[in-house]
């Protein structure tokens, strides 16, 4: 069973707000991601997390930071939101090479307006 | 029983080999991704499609909506492809975009 959680759910906020996505796991996996998914698009990697103290960009560029200063939790800020972030976040979490499926939260849809 | 079942689990191949992968679901969707994840490595989408028929160099999906069935085929296989493949199942509505996942077809390929 996996054990990742993403809070909240669902978040409608209003422009220049400061954000903060929330990405926990339980698993003690050390390969933690952060997805992002417009509405009919396919998943696009913003961030990625080798470890503590460990945390690089991927491929889409985003105008998010993550921090990783625990193994279990991953959070991702966005500083002053704008509607051109309205779009779906996807946590994943891995073991690594010898385990290498991923578990995924189930998202946080943010609507900024 | 998983909402998404794939099949095979496991499947070894010589390179050069057509691969076929399978993805069967109970929901009603929206949506079908298929994603590839290396070992180490991070997840990439590879396909995202809600009807017919898609292709990507040596990569196809199919998705049979009314049979609720999805394929991913892998033409002339290579080494490079060994990876495990993940199907996850978007919807049913277009608000409601929750994402449930197969568990994954680790895919090796031989030299």
């Known amino acids: 069973e996996a054990d990742i959680y993403q809070t909240p759910r669902y978040l409608v906020i209003g422009t220049g707000k400061k954000i903060t996505l929330e990405c926990s796991q339980t698993?003690?996996?050390?390969?933690m991601y952060w997805y992002q998914q417009d509405p009919g698009m396919e998943l696009h990697l913003i961030h990625y997390?080798?470890?503590?103290?460990?945390?690089e960009k991927g491929d889409l560029s985003s105008e998010s930071t993550v921090s990783r200063i625990r193994t279990e939790h991953f959070p991702l800020t966005l500083e002053s939101a704008r509607p051109s972030h309205t779009s779906q976040y996807l946590c994943?979490?891995?073991?690594?090479?010898?385990?290498?499926?991923?578990?995924f939260g189930q998202g946080t849809r943010l609507t900024v307006v | 029983k998983n909402e998404v079942e794939q099949s095979p689990q496991n499947l070894t191949a010589q390179e050069g080999e057509f691969i076929t992968i399978n993805c069967s679901y109970s929901?009603?969707?929206?949506?079908l991704h298929w994603l590839q994840q290396h070992p180490g490595g991070g997840i990439v989408s590879l396909f995202m499609?809600?009807?017919g028929k898609k292709k990507h160099g040596r990569l196809i999906a199919t998705i049979n909506i009314q049979e609720k069935h999805s394929s991913l085929h892998i033409t002339a296989s290579h080494p490079r492809d060994s990876a495990v493949y993940i199907c996850?199942?978007?919807?049913?509505?277009?608000?409601?975009?929750?994402?449930?996942f197969g568990t994954g077809t680790r895919l090796t390929i031989i030299p």
């Open positions: 994943a979490s891995s073991i690594g090479i010898r385990e290498p499926e991923a578990f």
């Open positions: 698993m003690g996996h050390d390969k």
């Open positions: 997390s080798y470890g503590v103290n460990s945390t």
């Open positions: 929901v009603g969707i929206s949506a």
């Open positions: 499609l809600s009807s």
């Open positions: 996850a199942a978007l919807g049913p509505n277009f608000g409601n975009e929750k994402l449930t």
